[in-house]
């Protein structure tokens, strides 16, 4: 019976605190735009940027470059692509436990 109160009452104090949740949460989506994580390749010939919603904002690839850099280009986005997912993640979990 107090397991079923306690239960009720931690839903209660989820639900009023729910608005301030919304509002922390919508912060963080919002300044996922201003976050900026960066990969190279081995070489350093490829350079990506991208921000934390996973948009690639800057490519840079060395003017010396040939065909067969096809594939580090793609490993090099895929890997800021990745870092970028990683940190909006950390973010979001950060804010969530900042509210307990």
């Known amino acids: 019976m ?22 922390q949460m919508e912060a963080v989506k919002a300044s996922l735009v201003d976050v900026r994580v960066e990969a190279s ?11 934390g919603t996973g948009r690639l904002i800057e490519l840079a690839i060395d003017e010396c470059a040939d065909a067969a850099l096809a594939g580090e280009i793609r490993d090099t ?22 509210l307990g």
């Open 41 to 51: 390749s081995g070489d350093r010939r490829v350079r990506a940027v991208a921000d």
């Open 77 to 98: 986005i895929n890997t800021v692509l990745t870092m970028s997912r990683q940190e909006a993640q950390r973010l979001l979990q950060a804010a969530a436990e900042e």
């Open 2 to 23: 107090f397991d079923g109160l306690r239960n009720m009452a931690g839903m209660a104090s989820l639900l009023k605190d729910l608005p301030k949740l919304q509002e």
